[in-house]
């Protein structure tokens, strides 16, 4: 499942102060407040704490705007070698073990060597 989010790098204060702007003001979800959910605990705490730790908000950024783009990079260059390493072996897939196969090797480094294989072999035996 993809997702399009075509305003995830327009920050928040450009968004009120465009809404300033056209006479209209900025609506909060009051769950946003609460650190019960994940999302807002990372977004309320842990951000700001890594912000700090390197020299402010915009470092961050930057350097998560940097893994991002060398991720991205590593799973068009990863993929497309896998798909042929294993075309070459004789190894043919439905679009389903495709799909989970591209999910599998862009979480190779955050699983490890060994759940990585445990999820590939996963993907191509299960439908």
């Known amino acids: ?10 920050a928040k204060t450009d968004i009120e102060d465009f809404l300033t702007t056209q006479g209209l003001t900025w609506r909060e979800d009051s769950s946003n407040e609460s650190n019960k959910y994940l999302r807002n605990r990372v977004r309320n ?9 390197v020299g402010g908000k915009d470092i961050l950024h930057k350097r998560l705007e940097s893994l991002d783009e060398q991720s991205r990079k ?5 993929l497309p070698r896998s798909l042929i390493q294993l075309k070459e072996t004789g190894v043919y897939f439905q679009f389903h073990q495709v799909e989970c196969l591209q999910l599998c090797t862009s979480r190779r480094f ?8 445990e999820a590939i072999s996963y993907c191509l035996t299960n439908k």
């Open 110 to 117: 955050i699983l490890g060597q060994n759940r990585s294989q």
């Open 1 to 10: 499942v993809a997702f399009a989010k075509p305003m995830l790098d327009i």
């Open 74 to 78: 590593v799973k068009a260059d990863l």
């Open 45 to 53: 705490e842990l951000l700001p704490l890594l912000g700090d730790m």
